[in-house]
């Protein structure tokens, strides 16, 4: 009998609005998203979501700091950081990238294009490559035409419904097929 699988997800709304044990069956899920959290506050929080040992960790934030004015460079820089303590202190657990996801424009005027979004996202990806890690893209599988957060998959321009966490789901369960 295999023990069963540990699995954290941190990050911030977007990870905690969803029930992700259903996603992986058979492991033990801990889902450390909070309301508002940011890279910073994942960073934090790092003990928490390393102890027990996890087998693996799905790192998914940044949306906060974007809309509360941090630069796509500055939050890619503290991304960094997390990976390589996560690696550092753990470095049996297989740590997995999510993407920033889309926001809708119209939903936060003043705030920078979500273009700034795609680039952090190649910055991350690049990034996750050079470390042997996996990044999981989710922008472009949210986005519309537009590069905007489909309106079928939201309801405040951010916040996901039900049926973009199942693509979400969809893209973990095949990059955990394919790693």
Same mark, same amino acid.
């Given at each position: 009998? &295999?023990?069963?699988?540990?699995?954290?997800?941190?990050?911030?709304?977007?990870?905690?609005?969803?029930?992700?044990?259903?996603?992986?069956? %058979?492991?033990?899920?801990?889902?450390?998203?909070?309301?508002?959290? $940011?890279?910073?506050?994942? #960073?934090?929080?790092?003990? /928490?979501?390393? &102890?027990? $040992?996890? /087998?693996?960790?799905?790192?998914?934030?940044?949306?906060?700091? @974007?809309?509360?004015?941090? &630069?796509?460079?500055? !939050?890619?820089? !503290?991304?960094?950081? !997390? #990976?390589?303590?996560?690696?550092?202190?753990?470095?049996? $657990?297989?740590?997995?990238?999510?993407?920033?996801?889309? @926001?809708?424009?119209?939903?936060?005027?003043?705030?920078?294009?979500?273009?700034?979004?795609?680039?952090?996202? =190649?910055?991350?990806?690049?990034?996750?490559?050079? =470390?042997?890690?996996?990044?999981? /893209?989710?922008?472009?599988?949210?986005?519309?035409?537009? =590069?905007?957060?489909?309106?079928?998959? &939201?309801?405040? %321009?951010?916040?996901? +419904?039900?049926?973009?966490?199942?693509?979400?789901?969809? @893209? +973990?369960?095949?990059?955990?097929?394919?790693?």
């Amino acid at each position: 009998m &295999t023990a069963e699988k540990r699995i954290v997800m941190l990050g911030d709304s977007l990870t905690a609005g969803h029930d992700w044990s259903r996603v992986f069956p %058979g492991a033990r899920v801990r889902n450390l998203g909070i309301n508002g959290d $940011t890279v910073a506050g994942v #960073w934090g929080r790092l003990d /928490d979501a390393l &102890t027990p $040992t996890p /087998d693996k960790i799905f790192v998914q934030i940044g949306i906060n700091d @974007f809309l509360r004015g941090a &630069t796509p460079d500055e !939050i890619g820089d !503290i991304h960094l950081r !997390i #990976w390589d303590e996560i690696r550092e202190r753990s470095p049996q $657990t297989a740590l997995r990238v999510v993407s920033m996801l889309p @926001f809708l424009e119209a939903s936060f005027p003043g705030l920078p294009p979500t273009l700034e979004l795609v680039w952090l996202n =190649r910055r991350l990806a690049d990034e996750a490559a050079q =470390r042997g890690l996996v990044f999981i /893209d989710l922008f472009e599988a949210l986005a519309d035409e537009n =590069r905007q957060l489909r309106l079928d998959y &939201t309801s405040d %321009g951010l916040h996901l +419904l039900p049926e973009a966490y199942a693509v979400w789901a969809e @893209f +973990l369960q095949a990059a955990e097929r394919n790693s």
